[in-house]
């Protein structure tokens, strides 16, 4: 019965694209029989900012033929980068939405403008648009505003006959965006086109009807992809920094043009930057869950710099299901809600009660992260529960990955989460609970934390039902490691010291059960991912439902310092030949 329905709903889901872009070609094949109404547009009012970071050294490496996009960096040997051959998709979709023109605008150097200028009218000359991923309504949607954010840089001495050509191919692109947004674009690539659409509306002349019309389809998408706690449908923290660097700069060209910028935005931006901020550790790195990857420090000083509410970070996301636990220099984030549905699930995680813990400025316990750019094999492994700083039960995740028109969509996983926190005298205390397990194996998994108020413990608690009708079932409580963190076993495998770059040495055991090290590889680092370690306590779910954990710190260099010297001082005052 459950294969059943898991095969209906990806049918349905299917279907149901299928039936969008259906439509989206009706309206497109309407609109080319029926051209009367489109907004014309002769000039170019305003260019909104781009908040993205840019370095003036990647516009040599671009104007020497070096494009460095997405991870990957290709040599184009004198070619235009437009015909060689795409390392990756990712790639692919970066070239074709102009995010590199950044770089060449931070430069400003005549070189750097009359070579944007060149592969700009490369693109439009040669109709490089009809490119299969130039054609994907996100991609477009980015190439529109990179094309108005950097339009100073590509018409700065140029000629009429060019500026003619850009202004028409942006509107024109506008259009296309526009006939898009009536198929199949979901999730956030919707917001995304409706974001662009916009910006053409307000900096384009003639255009006041289509932005009226765009400002509500806007405002009621925002409404429903913007949960109430702040979070994105897709649970995604990676999604709400990518639509706050551009809802950022939409209200203040609203703002510029001497127009109010829709309320649903300024409520958006208010209440995603307080939700953003509780994935973030002391290190001002963001937790890694639902498709997080590295977080860019420096779009993260650019978002804190438009932060004008200073809010603090919001402990409990209820809509969004993610906990923080804050005490002394510890963090814990935790990830306690049901996997998102459809197109919003596309990088989702099976990570169901998985956490991360750090102190101070150190990461201790990690999940991998996700793999943005690696084989497909790679990125779903990422999504997989053994990623997770979680249990898994038989080496299988907690949600089911469905291929659906190509994409890889979580369509079965825990259904039932529930969760609940209070404060007492020990600390804080949280418990969460979900239902992943219950189809394949019948049973639930439950997790207790509890952080001492003076953030030197965690404890932890993870408990199993017990299974129907199974005599033995094999679980594993991982706990992945940071790379910085350097551990290793004591008393046999029955514990392990974990010693952090500060000098600090925290200890972990599991209830007496065995602690081994096995390999791991962190897919968030700055450079690239990295091995690293993980603590792996195997146990039966039905012979030990129930296994207890804890994570204490022993004391920091300033404190063992301290306590060597009390020693020598007590030793010294005992016997009083001894020098002090």
């Given at each position: 019965?459950?294969?059943?329905?898991e095969?209906?709903?990806?049918?349905?889901?299917?279907?149901?694209?299928?039936?969008?872009?259906?439509?989206?070609?009706?309206?497109g094949?309407?609109?080319?029989?029926?051209?009367?109404?489109r907004?014309?547009?002769?000039?170019?009012?305003?260019?909104?900012?781009?908040?993205?970071?840019?370095?003036?050294?990647?516009?040599?490496?671009?104007?020497?033929?070096?494009?460095?996009?997405?991870?990957?960096?290709?040599?184009?040997?004198?070619?235009?980068?437009?015909?060689?051959?795409?390392?990756?998709?990712?790639?692919?979709?970066?070239?074709?939405?102009?995010?590199?023109?950044?770089?060449?605008?931070?430069?400003?150097?005549?070189?750097?403008?009359?070579?944007?200028?060149a592969?700009?009218?490369?693109?439009?000359?040669?109709?490089?648009?009809?490119?299969?991923?130039?054609?994907?309504?996100?991609?477009?949607?980015?190439?529109?505003?990179?094309?108005?954010?950097?339009?100073?840089?590509?018409?700065?001495?140029?000629?009429?006959?060019?500026y003619e050509?850009?202004?028409?191919?942006?509107?024109?692109?506008?259009e296309?965006?526009?006939?898009?947004?009536?198929?199949?674009?979901?999730?956030?690539?919707?917001?995304?086109?409706l974001?662009?659409?916009?910006?053409?509306?307000?900096?384009?002349?003639?255009?006041?009807?289509?932005?009226?019309?765009?400002?509500?389809?806007?405002?009621?998408?925002?409404?429903?992809?913007?949960?109430?706690?702040?979070?994105?449908?897709?649970?995604?923290?990676?999604?709400?920094?990518?639509?706050?660097?551009?809802?950022?700069?939409?209200?203040?060209?609203?703002?510029?043009?001497?127009?109010?910028?829709?309320?649903?935005?300024?409520?958006?931006?208010?209440?995603?930057?307080?939700?953003?901020?509780?994935?973030?550790?002391?290190?001002?790195?963001?937790?890694?869950?639902?498709?997080?990857?590295?977080?860019?420090?420096?779009?993260?000083?650019?978002?804190a710099?438009?932060?004008?509410?200073?809010?603090?970070?919001?402990?409990?996301?209820?809509?969004?299901?993610y906990?923080?636990?804050?005490a002394?220099?510890?963090?814990?984030?935790?990830?306690?809600?049901?996997?998102?549905?459809?197109?919003n699930?596309?990088?989702?995680?099976a990570?169901?009660?998985?956490?991360?813990?750090?102190?101070?400025?150190?990461?201790?316990?990690?999940?991998?992260?996700?793999?943005?750019?690696?084989?497909?094999?790679?990125?779903?492994?990422?999504?997989?529960?053994?990623?997770?700083?979680?249990?898994t039960?038989?080496?299988?995740?907690?949600?089911?990955?469905?291929?659906v028109?190509?994409?890889?969509?979580?369509?079965?996983?825990?259904?039932?989460?529930?969760?609940?926190?209070?404060?007492?005298?020990?600390?804080?205390?949280?418990?969460?609970?979900?239902?992943?397990?219950?189809?394949?194996?019948?049973?639930?998994?439950?997790?207790?934390?509890?952080?001492?108020?003076?953030?030197?413990?965690?404890?932890?608690?993870?408990?199993?039902?017990?299974?129907?009708?199974?005599?033995?079932?094999?679980?594993?409580a991982?706990?992945?490691?940071?790379?910085?963190?350097?551990?290793?076993?004591?008393?046999?495998?029955?514990?392990?010291?974990?010693a952090?770059?500060?000098g600090?040495?925290?200890?972990?055991?599991?209830?007496?059960?065995?602690?081994?090290?096995?390999?791991?590889?962190?897919?968030?680092?700055a450079d690239?991912?990295?091995?690293?370690?993980?603590?792996?306590?195997?146990?039966?779910?039905?012979?030990?439902?129930?296994?207890s954990?804890?994570?204490?710190?022993?004391?920091?260099?300033?404190?063992?310092?301290?306590?060597?010297?009390?020693?020598?001082?007590?030793?010294?005052e005992t016997?009083?030949?001894?020098?002090?």
């Open positions: 019965m459950n294969g059943w329905s095969r209906g709903s990806l049918a349905r889901a299917a279907i149901g694209r299928a039936a969008r872009r259906t439509r989206g070609q009706v309206a094949a309407k609109r080319a029989l029926w051209p009367f109404g907004l014309r547009a002769s000039r170019l009012l305003f260019a909104p900012h781009d908040l993205r970071t840019a370095d003036p050294i990647t516009a040599s490496d671009i104007y020497a033929g070096y494009f460095a996009l997405a991870g990957r960096t290709v040599n184009c040997h004198g070619e235009s980068p437009f015909l060689v051959a795409a390392p990756s998709e990712a790639w692919a979709e970066a070239l074709h939405g102009f995010v590199w023109l950044r770089h060449l605008r931070a430069a400003d150097t005549a070189i750097a403008r009359a070579n944007a200028r592969l700009v009218d490369e693109f439009i000359a040669r109709r490089h648009d009809r490119d299969e991923i130039a054609r994907r309504p996100a991609v477009i949607a980015r190439r529109l505003m990179s094309f108005l954010s950097h339009s100073p840089l590509l018409l700065e001495g140029a000629d009429h006959a060019f050509r850009f202004i028409r191919h942006v509107a024109q692109t506008a296309r965006l526009q006939l898009a947004l009536s198929g199949a674009v979901e999730g956030a690539a919707r917001l995304q086109c974001i662009a659409i916009c910006f053409a509306a307000i900096c384009l002349d003639g255009q006041e009807r289509r932005l009226r019309r765009y400002e509500i389809a806007l405002s009621d998408e925002l409404e429903q992809q913007i949960l109430p706690d702040g979070g994105h449908l897709s649970r995604n923290p990676r999604i709400l920094i990518d639509l706050l660097l551009d809802l950022l700069p939409l209200r203040e060209t609203f703002t510029a043009r001497g127009l109010e910028p829709p309320r649903s935005v300024i409520m958006g931006i208010d209440r995603m930057m307080p939700h953003l901020k509780l994935f973030r550790h002391g290190d001002g790195a963001l937790a890694l869950f639902n498709g997080m990857n590295a977080t860019p420090p420096d779009l993260m000083a650019t978002l710099a438009y932060d004008d509410v200073r809010a603090r970070p919001i402990e409990h996301a209820a809509y969004s299901g906990d923080r636990l804050s002394g220099t510890s963090i814990v984030v935790v990830e306690a809600g049901p996997p998102p549905r459809g197109a699930s596309i990088e989702a995680h990570g169901c009660l998985s956490f991360e813990l750090s102190t101070g400025s150190q990461r201790i316990v990690v999940n991998c992260g996700a793999s943005r750019f690696g084989a497909p094999e790679l990125k779903l492994a990422a999504r997989a529960t053994a990623a997770h700083s979680t249990v039960l038989d080496d299988r995740s907690s949600a089911v990955f469905g291929l028109l190509g994409e890889r969509r979580i369509t079965a996983g825990p259904a039932d989460v529930r969760v609940a926190r209070q404060d007492g005298e020990e600390g804080h205390e949280w418990v969460g609970s979900h239902d992943g397990y219950r189809r394949t194996f019948g049973t639930v998994h439950t997790r207790r934390l509890l952080l001492a108020r003076n953030g030197n413990e965690l404890v932890g608690e993870d408990q199993l039902s017990r299974p129907a009708a199974l005599a033995s079932l094999p679980a594993a991982r706990f992945h490691l940071h790379p910085n963190v350097k551990p290793s076993l004591i008393r046999d495998g029955e514990g392990a010291l974990l952090l770059p500060s600090e040495i925290w200890a972990f055991e599991a209830s007496s059960l065995k602690v081994t090290l096995e390999e791991s590889i962190f897919f968030a680092a690239g991912r990295h091995k690293t370690a993980q603590l792996v306590v195997e146990f039966d779910a039905v012979a030990t439902p129930q296994v954990w804890r994570f204490a710190r022993l004391g920091t260099p300033a404190q063992r310092k301290t306590r060597a010297e009390e020693a020598r001082l007590e030793q010294a016997e009083p030949d001894l020098p002090l």
